[in-house]
Each structure stands twice: as C-alpha cells, then as structure tokens.
C-alpha cells in the first residue's frame, strides 16, 4: 500500500535556528514524486520543494531542502534559519508515475517558531 | 497570472441541506481535482478531470457527493443532503496537461465547510 507517514504532529523552534520535518512513505513503485507543502493559517497550499525518485542530488529551494534517503524511504524537509513566517502546517505528500491523477498526503507537522 | 480560487471560502449549513463549492482552476489547466481534509486527518484525493471528464473518481466518499465540470472550465462540487461528518476543508487544485508525476499541482486556498 502507499503511504505517508509523518511522526511530528507539532514541533516548537527557536527563530534562526534549523528544523528537521519527518516524512517516511512506503510505495513498491520506482518512479514516483516527493513534495512538501506549506499550509499558513490563511488556509493556501503553498508549494515548497520536490524531488524526483530517481533524482541523485537533493533538491535545494532557497532556505529549505530535502534529505531524500531512497533506501530507508524517507524525504525530510530541513528549513535552515527559521523565520517566525515559517509557523504553519507542512505536509508530505507522493505522486507516482502509474496514477499521475492523485496525490497522497501525509497527517502533517504544525511548526511553530518562537521569537 | 491568477491562481486557483475557491468559492466559498466558508460555509456552515445544518445538516441534511445541500451545499455546492466551486473551483475556478488556473486559466489553461485542463487537469483539475478535489480533495478534502476532515478535522485531524489527512488529505485525501476525492476525484480528478481532464477537462470535462472525470479521468478518477475512486475517492469520492458516497453517492451524496456530485461533482461536475461543464465545459471543461470550472469545477462545482455538490454535497447533498450533507452530513457532519462531511465538514472539513475542500481544497481544489489544477495543472496543465501532460504532466507526470514530477509537476506539482498548484492548490487553491480551501473551502472550509461546517456542517451543524
């Protein structure tokens, strides 16, 4: 079955500091598509970051990256230097190549950044 | 160049009433889908259109659930008779065709709907 699975339902940060988004999923497919999105408290879907599972190199977008570890079927999100604007829902979510109609999302991580 | 909208934003009917949402996808896009978030869960794939057909509907919860899309422009999704478990948040999302699963499909704000 595919799955995603996200173990922190919130997480506190200091501002400036680097957080670590869990995102472990479970798929037999090879080719498939890894995303994180950012939820505000606006409601919006805003997308950050995607890699390709047949990408080599981690995918870099500005202040966030991804930890992708094809092996152990994980993809977690790091924010480096943290801004109180990054407080929101974060959700992990897949898309495979044999049903590129859907996308499959994770419970999701509530980040909050302290001043 | 607008994004995806969402109309209404917000809703709260009584339950057994009929509540229609509407999507206005990306101008272009042919692809557009539902999807629902219930309190605490995770969001879940309702139904995709390639244009005015429905390529997947496997997520659609049950026959109170109508979804249409005439003309291939925008989307509306009727709930009817609505129930309280159907409260959450419709998110409605689009892409242009063509695209595997390397694209990303671009989210509209939600309609968050309340049923009492």
């Known amino acids: 079955a595919q799955k995603i699975t996200q173990t922190q339902p919130g997480m506190f940060v200091q501002e400036k500091e680097a957080v670590t988004l869990d995102c472990t999923y479970d798929t037999s497919d090879q080719s498939y598509g890894l995303f994180w999105y950012k939820q505000p408290s606006s409601g919006e879907m805003i997308f950050l970051i995607y890699?390709?599972?047949?990408?080599?190199q981690n995918a870099t977008e500005g202040r966030y990256s991804l930890n992708f570890q094809k092996a152990r079927k994980s993809a977690n999100l790091v924010i480096s230097a943290s801004q109180l604007g990054d407080s929101a829902m974060y959700f992990c979510?897949?898309?495979?190549?044999?049903?590129?109609?859907?996308?499959?999302f994770g419970s999701g991580t509530r980040l909050s950044i302290r001043p | 160049e607008a994004g995806v909208t969402q109309f209404p934003s917000h809703s709260v009917i009584e339950k057994g009433q009929t509540v229609t949402l509407r999507c206005d996808p990306i101008?272009?896009?042919?692809?557009l889908y539902w999807y629902r978030r219930v309190m605490g869960k995770e969001i879940k794939f309702l139904l995709h259109?390639?244009?005015?057909?429905?390529?997947?509907e496997s997520g659609m919860p049950n026959n109170r659930f109508l979804a249409e899309r005439t003309g291939g422009t925008y989307s509306t999704l009727k709930v009817q008779p609505a129930e309280l478990e159907d409260s959450g948040v419709y998110f409605c999302?689009?892409?242009?065709?063509?695209?595997?699963?390397?694209?990303?499909?671009?989210f509209g704000p939600g309609t968050r709907l309340t049923v009492t």
């Open positions: 890699q390709g599972s047949y990408d080599e």
């Open positions: 999302a689009s892409s242009p065709l063509g695209q595997g699963p390397n694209y990303e499909q671009y």
């Open positions: 259109f390639v244009k005015e057909s429905k390529q997947d």
């Open positions: 101008s272009g896009h042919d692809n």
């Open positions: 979510a897949m898309r495979f190549a044999v049903d590129a109609s859907k996308i499959i």
